[in-house]
């Protein structure tokens, strides 16, 4: 998330994906850093995946992710 504030910062928008299991922890670090970053979660988890899941994947969340980096 601190790469991500750090893009913004200089005009550059971002977008963060993590998997499920780390929701919690980005709000709490959102909360604690005072931005709400763009974030799109993904299923987990991702290590051991074939590229074919990984793209499976990456095909079921881009439309999220277009749409976090444009707004609503």
Excluded: N
Excluded at 25 to 54: C, K, N, S, W, Y
């Amino acid at each position: 998330m601190h790469d991500i504030s750090d893009l913004e910062r200089r005009g550059l928008p971002g977008v963060f994906v993590a998997s499920e299991p780390f929701r919690d922890a980005a709000e709490t670090q959102a909360t604690a850093l005072g931005f709400d970053a763009a974030r799109v979660f993904v299923e987990h988890p991702i290590q051991d995946r074939t590229d074919d899941e990984m793209t499976a994947i990456a095909d079921a969340v881009v439309e999220q992710l277009l749409s976090a980096l444009t707004g609503p």
